[in-house]
């Protein structure tokens, strides 16, 4: 029995109209783009029932995870979220006054600034993150353990390699072809 998605689809009509290029990075690729919406779309709804954006959830999630006092440097929280300095500033800007966050000074430096959760932060995380793990596995139902232990295996190989590259941040310069 044969299974064809939508990738599929997309790829045969590629390859009839440029059989000259090599499609294979698009069959992982275009397969994660769309389950990667379809992850977006669940993650959002979780978020949304449990009071919280889904970047609020990203820097509630980071405090969370770091363990009591649920204290982290904006440093920390860029890294791990991966925005600029600026859009931290501003979303820990909005969530402190949401009440989800407070801001402490920094008792190891008396110029710098630490960025605690609020009870209300951590009731809406882990309401938030009780409902995505409930999404999420819905999600992938349908594979056995054994498959999914394979595909996180095998993931965690691709965003390694992906990793590697340099974040871009200006535009792709394509090869010349003339």
Known sequence: ?????????IIAAWGRERPDLD???LTVFSR???IAKHVDRARAHAFERSGLTSWEFDVLAVLRRSGEPFTQSPKVLVHQTMVSSGTMTNRIDRMVERGLVRRLTDPNDGRGVLVEMTQLGLTLVDAAMTRLSDAEERLLGG???SERD????LLRRLALSVDRFEPITGPIELPRTD
């Open 143 to 145: 594979l056995p353990r």
């Open 23 to 25: 499609l294979a990075p």
């Open 1 to 9: 029995m044969k299974y064809e998605d939508e990738v599929d689809r």
């Open 32 to 34: 994660l783009w769309r």
């Open 150 to 153: 394979r595909l996180a295996v």
